[in-house]
């Protein structure tokens, strides 16, 4: 039930916008609980991924002195990986196009993290 | 971490080619050799003390680290090179970690304790030329069996202490890096 819930709100997400490539909900421990991710992507690997990253950027933020951490932005030539807390428990990954217009994912993907943290 | 100090103890035994022959033979002459042994760890330990490098860790501790050096010298010629054996040599090996003792301080101990166990043997069994080169032969094996299993041990013990540093800075837990670990194992 649970699942279907969150599978649906990935859904949502990606029918947002056509830059958004894949999406994952992943628990902080790396597992994933739900995505929408194409054959090529290794579930495991993008999950424990995510988490890991999120836990690093938690901490960068912190040692820092940059206050609580929002999200982790990873730009590449093929693309961007956006990584936010869902809320305690959670984890929302997002991958998008090199061209994706951020702003507007930025908006739909704090949306996003707060109806899976309701959800959870 | 669990261990299988069987699988470790064939592992040393391949390394240091420690018979049941040679096994045989360091029971065999520890009767005439045991007696030697408390002055063995007296030369060791004035050894030591001549390298400035080893005092922060001798300091206030000396008599208690020479009973239990001169204990398992005598086990040499006593025990059975087994699991269990190599279990508390891994044992031994952790406590040195445990110290921040430097890990070149116990390949370089076993070689002060060859160079007084050497003349020992040749003043002993000399005379027999054939068994004193098996009796060395043997010590040999044993003593680099012990230290290979420490060694072992602290390479491990090391690993598994910068991973608990960098779980620490990471701010990772055990089983997200687990979970990690996984997801590269195929």
Redo the contacts between chains.
């Keep these: 039930m649970r699942s279907d819930m969150l599978t649906s709100i990935l859904n949502d997400l990606n029918g947002t916008s056509a830059d958004i490539e894949a999406t994952g909900i992943i628990s902080?421990?790396?597992?994933m609980m739900a995505s929408a991710l194409p054959a090529n992507l290794?579930e495991?690997?993008v999950?424990?991924?995510s988490?890991?990253m999120l836990?690093?950027g938690?901490?960068t933020a912190q040692e820092l002195a940059r206050g609580t951490l929002e999200q982790v932005l990873i730009k590449g030539d093929r693309g961007y990986v956006l990584m936010t807390h869902a809320g305690d428990e959670a984890v929302l990954t997002v991958l998008a196009k090199p061209n994706a217009k951020l702003g507007l994912i930025f908006l739909d993907v704090k949306r996003a993290a707060s109806s899976i943290s309701e959800v959870l | 971490m669990a261990h299988d100090f069987e699988q470790l103890t064939q592992y040393a035994r391949s390394f240091t080619h420690l018979t049941s022959e040679d096994e045989a033979l360091l029971k065999e002459v520890g009767a005439t050799i045991t007696p030697h042994l408390k002055s063995i760890t007296e030369s060791f330990y004035i050894q030591l003390g001549l390298i400035p490098e080893t005092q922060p860790f001798l300091e206030g501790r000396v008599d208690s680290l020479k009973a239990m050096h001169t204990q398992w010298l005598e086990s040499l010629f006593t025990t059975e090179f087994n699991a269990s054996y190599t279990e508390h040599m891994y044992k031994v090996g952790s406590v040195h970690v445990q110290v921040q003792l430097p890990v070149e301080f116990m390949s370089g101990g076993m070689t002060l304790i060859n160079d007084q166990l050497i003349p020992l043997i040749i003043n002993l069994f000399g005379e027999d030329t054939d068994k004193c080169a098996k009796i060395l032969s043997a010590i040999n094996s044993a003593t680099g069996f012990s230290l290979l299993t420490m060694q072992q041990s602290y390479q491990e013990a090391s690993i598994a202490e910068e991973l608990e540093k960098f779980l620490k800075i990471s701010g990772m837990s055990r089983v997200l890096f687990s979970n990690l670990a996984k997801a590269y194992n195929n």
């Design positions: 902080t421990d790396g597992l290794d495991d690997r999950g424990a991924m988490a890991a836990s690093l938690d901490r």
